[in-house]
Every structure is written in C-alpha cells, then in structure tokens.
C-alpha cells in the first residue's frame, strides 16, 4: 500500500476544481509526511502570504518547530492575525468551546487532513499584511485592533506550541506566563477527569499540564511538578509523557503509584481499551510489592493481548527479576530486548547493572558501551555505560568523570547519580557517599535507595542515631525492599536487639524469595540470622543457617569460622578444630581465628576427655605417669656413667 496516497484527496477532487492554494496545501502535507521541511516551510510561507490565514500560520509555525527554528515559531505564532479570518465551529476543546480554523482539531492537536484541504480563498483585499515585530499589536492601526488578535489568543493549541517554543529556547519564565501557574481550566464544569475527549484524541489540556510539569522541574519546583503530571494523567490516561515523568522520576513512592495508577479513570475517559491501558501502565510500576498482581498482569499481556516479545511487557518481567536479585536470568530477557530494539531506555540501565554484576561479562560490558559512545554519543545512557565500565575496574575517579557527564546531560537521569555516590561509598570516602545520596534524595523524593545507601554509609561511620534516621525514613517510602529489611537488622543487631534482628533477616529472606540463582546475593542475610541464633544460644539454628551459608559458598571464611565457634560451644572440638583450619586455609592471617583455634586445641588437651588424648584413659595415663616417675628416680640413684641417652632420660624426668 502506498503510504501516500490518500482517498481523503480523491473524494474532494469530486466536489470540484482544486485551486493554486489548495495544490500547495497538498504540497505542505505531503512534504512534513515525507520529513521534507523546508520543501514544506517554503510552500507554506507563500500559502501565508496569500491568504494571511490563522490556520496556515499554524501550520508553518509546525513546520519552524520540527526544523527546531523555535524563535521563528514563536514570533509567527505571537504576531497578530485578522480575527474574521474564515472559520468554522469544531467540537469543544477538554468541555470548552472555542474557535478554530478547519484544517485544526483543537481536541487532540490532530487532524484528519494535517492541513491539508480544498478552501475557499479569503478576501485579503480587505487586509493589509500586519506587522509581526516585538510590538506587532501597537504598530496596527487603531481602526484595526478590534480586528485582530494573536494565534495564541485565538487558539489554545497555538498556545500551547508557543509555549513549547520558549521551553525549547530555555525561556522558563516566558512559557510560564504563556501557560500559566495552574491550570485555567480546572475548574470548568465541562473539564475533567470524567469528561472524554470527543475525537479519542489525546487531550490537549492534558499536555498542558504535562508541559507545565516540564517547567516546573526547569524551575527546581520538583512538588509543583508532581501535582502538574498527576493531574495531566488523570486528565487524560493516554498522555504517557506524564506517567512516564512519575515513573521513571521516581517522584512517588512504590504505594503512592500503585495507589494512584489503579485509581484513574479508565473507564470514564476510553472505555473499549480501558483494561489494556491500566494493565500495560501497572507492568511499568516499581516491583518491591503486589508480586501475585505484577505475574497476573503480565500473564495477561501475553495471553490476551499477544504482546510476549513487546519490548515495554519484556522490561517488565526483566525489573521483576532484577529485583530478585536474579541477575542472569534479567540479563537473558534484556538481551532479548536488545536484539528487538536496538537502544530501550527503561532496559539499558538494567542491562548494564546486570554485567556489572556478573563477572564474566565485563568484557562485553567494554565492547558495548564503545557500542554506545560510537552510535550514539548525545544520548546519556552511553557515557553512563562507560562510567559503569570504569567502575567494575575499580577505577573510581574516572567512572566518578563520567557518571558526572552523564547527569549533566541529563540532570534527571536516576541511575547516574546513585552510581555517582557509589563510587565515593566504593573508595572509602563515606562523608562525600552520604552527601551525594542526600542530594540524589532531594532530586528523586519517591525513591527509598538514597535514604537506604545514607544509612549504610552512617553504619560504616559508626553514627547509629543517623542511620537509624534514614533507614526508617526509607522504610517509610518502601517497606518491600529486602535490602532495606537487612540493613534494618543489622541496626537491631547493633543495638542488641537480637530477637527483633533474627526477625528482621527472616523476613528479608522472605521477601527476596530466594531462588537458586539468586542465592549468592543474600549468604550475608543467612550469616546475620545464624550469628542472631548463636547470641540467643540457639545453636542449633545457628549451624542450620551457617551450614546453609556453606551450601551456597563451600569456601566462605566467615561461615566456617562461625561454624566452627558453634561447634566450639556446643562442645564439638574436633569439629571445631577442623572447620577453624578450614577458615584459616582460606584466610591465613585472621588473628581472631587463630586464637580460637589455639583456645579450642588448650580445651581439647586440658579439658577434654583423657580418653582422646591417651590410649586406655585416666588410669593408663596415671599408671604412665608412675612408671616414668620410678624410672627416673632409680636411675638418678645410680652412678653417672657417659653414655648416649643420659640427658634425655633426665630431660624427660
């Protein structure tokens, strides 16, 4: 099928003659759908000089912006225009009535025939070309200012696209004024959450909303813009931009976004896709909760809507697994991502943690971030890659180099921040780590991990008041995250809570639901609980869990030398005595395990039963004791005579 032909086209020519105007309206279409800009701005300015319509304004101010020309757009789009230009009455925009050009759908900013049409040709007889300078409305006549009106005072879409032209330029406090602090509409009894937009078509005060969030954040009001993108979603549930500034932002907690995202008003706003719309948005949440909820909507996804090999489906399950800590089977599905799509934002940042962690994979991780530098150097999540490179080399001034690249390029890009902490966390310097997390906290309010990571880092400093402090304010923000639950149990544990400890890392464990492949990561989880074992005197339960620790690791220290201090309680000395040689093979110049093992060998000489030193017991060695003793004392009742063996017999005695 050509993609450029268009019965819309055929149908009108039956009406009658296209005129030169109407031709080069074609022209214009056909030219921004084949990207061919500047043949379209250049038909596009003489349709304007002729007809001085609003409407063909419009649509050359669309094709300034796509040539990223966003002063020249602006200046058309602010410049006063006649106010009888030829109009029609379209259907109302978000509830509001208002007037528009025929060749404009004010509803969803699209139209069916993208400015492209048979019109009559206006009488601009009756008109003079007005000005279009910084002044334009006090240079017209005074006969003519009833007459005529800017596009952006006739039309909301021109507004709106103005407005996105002075955010282009980084003219904040311009699009502010353009857009306004709030939302004008909001209180209209025609707009609304429950109100559906007429076309099907995204709302355009919805995208208002959106781009005064985009403000907002320009403008460091990180809540302001919270509120401006929930209201935009809630507005209309199709404007993605808006979830996607929620989500991925991190800018609500994990209950707050299930909460909210369950709540909008599908039904009411597209009624036949409204379950598809809900479920694809819950596949994108945070998985710390709702793990049954999370299966069953992608199950769903697959089996209803056939979507197994959709990147954004596949993603999810990938963050699902990834937050098992099951680092290989998420890198499975997101190289299974990468071959559908060549770069997928919300996958990068997970496929590159996963070869970070696997070590067998760091020489790919190299290959592919000079992948990414070379195919696309603008993008962040290139120099991202490289940083992390660096740091999987130690390497932790570089990776610090790049990390800060990355977040300059993007100064919301979640992932480049935390690992920038990381690298201070990772070379010893924990005042610099808890001032980067702190300031990564500020920027991404909805996330627990900054708060986590400045609680871990006031555990190495020993400031237990303040890693109390931010471990509980993460726990307020997250209480599903198991790394949050073990940390919580250390501070237990460090304050001798022993029992509330041993409760805390069994329910860590439950909440990681511990597979095989994920096992490794949480040998320290199973160490802490059998340490909390061995300080309540449960022994038992101690060696349970350090055994297990060894099942995972056969060869960790930590494990057998705990192992063997059970056995060590529990009486076990020659256990004891070979699971500390064990340790010390492994870590020859731990002094702690060198003094148990000296302790356990005094105990198993001195202490412990004759019968396991001495063939025969007690009374053999006794009745040795007495024989050797006679021994030397008759010879010592003899004649010292020279001979071999002398001294040692008296050496004995």
């Avoid at 007459?147 to 406090?173: E, F, H, I, K, P």
């Avoid at 979507?307 to 190289?335: E, G, K, M």
């Avoid at 970070?356 to 990414?372: G, M, Q, R």
Wanted: hydrophobic share 40%; charged share 20%; proline share 4%.
């Amino acid at each position: 099928m050509d993609v450029f032909q268009d019965t819309e086209m055929e149908s009108d020519n039956d009406d009658g003659e296209w005129g030169m105007i109407d031709r080069m309206r074609l022209w214009r279409h056909d030219a921004l759908m084949q990207h061919l800009y500047e043949t379209a701005a250049f038909w596009g300015d003489k349709i304007l000089s002729w007809t001085n319509d609003a409407n063909d304004a419009f649509w050359l101010a669309q094709t300034y912006f796509m040539t990223h020309q966003y002063a020249r757009a602006e200046r058309l789009l602010t410049r006063p225009f006649p106010a009888m230009t030829p109009i029609v009455q379209s259907a109302p925009l978000n509830g509001l009535e208002h007037r528009l050009v025929d060749d404009l759908n004010m509803g969803s900013l699209t139209a069916d025939t993208k400015g492209k049409g048979k019109e009559g040709h206006p009488d601009t007889s009756i008109m003079p070309q007005l000005p279009m300078g910084d002044a334009g409305m006090m240079q017209i006549p005074e006969e003519l200012q009833d007459s005529v009106s800017r596009l952006v005072d006739m039309s909301v879409a021109c507004r709106y696209l103005a407005a996105q032209c002075q955010v282009r330029q980084g003219n904040w406090t311009d699009a502010t004024e353009m857009l306004g602090e709030a939302n004008p509409f909001r209180h209209s009894a025609r707009s609304g959450p429950a109100v559906p937009n007429v076309d099907g078509g995204i709302k355009v005060e919805a995208s208002m909303c959106h781009l005064r969030g985009i403000l907002m954040l320009k403008l460091n009001r990180g809540d302001q813009a919270k509120l401006c993108f929930m209201e935009a979603l809630t507005l209309d549930v199709k404007c993605y931009d808006a979830f996607d500034q929620l989500v991925s932002g991190e800018m609500m907690t994990p209950d707050e976004e299930w909460e909210f995202i369950q709540g909008l008003a599908y039904r009411e706003q597209t009624q036949d896709d409204a379950d598809f719309v809900q479920l694809i948005y819950t596949s994108q949440l945070r998985k710390y909760k709702h793990a049954e909820e999370h299966a069953l909507t992608r199950r769903r996804l697959v089996e209803e809507f056939g979507l197994s090999d959709n990147p954004d489906v596949l993603f999810s399950f990938a963050d699902a697994l990834y937050a098992q800590f099951r680092w290989a089977d998420c890198y499975t599905i997101t190289t299974r991502i990468l071959g559908l799509v060549s770069i997928h934002d919300p996958t990068m940042p997970l496929h590159i943690a996963c070869m970070y962690h696997l070590n067998h994979l760091h020489s790919k991780l190299f290959i592919l971030a000079h992948e990414l530098v070379e195919r696309e150097p603008e993008n962040p999540i290139s120099w991202y890659a490289v940083g992390v490179w660096y740091l999987a080399s130690g390497k932790w001034p570089q990776a610090r180099q790049y990390f800060s690249k990355t977040s300059l390029m993007d100064p919301r890009y979640g992932p480049a921040w935390i690992a920038f902490a990381h690298t201070f966390a990772m070379e010893g310097e924990h005042d610099h780590a808890v001032t980067a997390y702190s300031t990564c906290a500020r920027m991404f309010t909805g996330s627990h991990l900054p708060l986590l990571f400045v609680g871990m880092e006031q555990i190495m400093l020993s400031n237990h008041l303040l890693a109390d402090e931010a471990l509980n304010a993460a726990y307020a923000a997250c209480d599903g995250d198991p790394l949050l639950i073990n940390e919580l149990g250390v501070m237990a544990f460090t304050h001798g809570d022993y029992q509330r400890a041993a409760d805390l890392f069994k329910r860590s464990l439950e909440l990681a639901q511990v597979t095989q492949s994920s096992q490794m990561s949480w040998t320290t989880t199973y160490l802490n609980l059998g340490t909390c074992y061995r300080k309540l005197k449960n022994y038992e339960m101690a060696k349970t869990n350090y055994q297990h620790v060894l099942e995972i690791e056969p060869q960790h220290p930590q494990g057998l030398g705990y192992l063997a201090m059970v056995y060590h309680l529990l009486g076990e000395i020659d256990k004891a005595i070979i699971k500390y040689h064990e340790a010390l093979s492994i870590d020859p110049i731990n002094g702690h395990l060198i003094e148990l093992l000296n302790l356990a060998l005094e105990s198993d000489l001195c202490c412990g039963s004759l019968e396991k030193v001495y063939p025969g017991g007690e009374e053999a060695f006794r009745a040795m004791m007495v024989s050797l003793k006679t021994k030397v004392l008759d010879a010592s009742k003899k004649p010292k005579v020279d001979k071999p063996g002398a001294d040692v017999a008296m050496s004995v005695g």
